[in-house]
């Protein structure tokens, strides 16, 4: 396993576009999250799947976007009717619920949205 | 509420120590971690402090009070490819077992020859 998958890499929209995103998660890590990040800052959460029960949602998380983990095993993000602030890196990330690695969150390289 | 401040940048010269501090104020604290960020890359795994005092890990240590709310990243032996920014995060389960991470804005290092 290589590791934590997100496509794309990179996706410029033009504003009122929809978009989704997908990350792979490292195999058997039940726990999946969704951060944001914007230039020159940290990671901001966006929501959390244990499986395939999303747990919690940030207050970030506008009604124009929703997450997905239909199997528990990989997991979409949709953004719908994009807006120019929306441009940022999508980070997904997993961590196992149990063993060596349990308090590490595993973070994917990002997709990149830029919104035009 | 919850805030975590750091400072925005540090420079230091390579072979040398650089220590970066982090104070946070949250609810639901279980354990606060750090994470290496280069330009362009996913954050990475450095550090994690759930009691109080200093973990070490090869060139980097890291350490915990919980009492005031602090943190420092210790890094030795500085080399040109530390150059990055360091995320302080703490883990917030005040939502419930979410185990989400709070992040500061990160610390950008510029390790000079």
């Known amino acids: 396993d290589t590791g934590v998958s997100q496509d794309p890499r990179h996706k410029i929209t033009k504003r009122g576009q929809n978009v989704t995103f997908r990350c792979d998660p490292i195999?058997?890590?039940?726990?999946l999250y969704w951060y944001r990040q914007t230039l020159g800052q940290g990671p901001e959460f966006l929501t959390y799947?244990?499986?395939?029960?999303?747990?919690?949602k940030s207050r970030l998380l506008s009604d124009r976007f929703s997450a997905e983990r239909p199997k528990g095993s990989f997991s979409t993000l949709e953004i719908q009717r994009t807006e120019q602030g929306d441009s940022a890196m999508y980070l997904c990330?997993?961590?196992?619920?149990?063993?060596?690695?349990?308090?590490?969150?595993?973070f994917g390289p990002g997709t990149r949205l830029t919104v035009l | 509420g919850q805030n975590i401040d750091q400072p925005t940048e540090m420079t230091a010269t390579e072979g040398a120590i650089v220590q970066i501090n982090c104070t946070y104020q949250?609810?639901?604290?279980?354990?606060l971690f750090w994470y290496q960020q280069h330009a362009g890359e996913a954050p990475t795994f450095l550090s994690y402090?759930?009691?109080?005092g200093l973990e070490e890990k090869g060139r980097f240590s890291s350490f915990l009070s919980r009492s005031k709310g602090y943190s420092y990243l210790l890094l030795k032996e500085l080399q040109m490819k530390d150059s990055a920014s360091y995320l302080c995060?703490?883990?917030?389960?005040?939502?419930?077992?979410?185990?989400?991470?709070?992040f500061g804005t990160g610390t950008l290092l510029a390790v000079q020859p």
């Open positions: 799947f244990q499986n395939e029960a999303q747990l919690e």
């Open positions: 195999s058997e890590h039940n726990r």
């Open positions: 402090n759930v009691l109080d």
């Open positions: 995060a703490v883990r917030d389960q005040s939502g419930g077992a979410t185990n989400k991470l709070i």
């Open positions: 949250t609810s639901g604290f279980n354990g």
């Open positions: 990330a997993s961590s196992p619920t149990s063993g060596r690695f349990y308090n590490e969150q595993f």
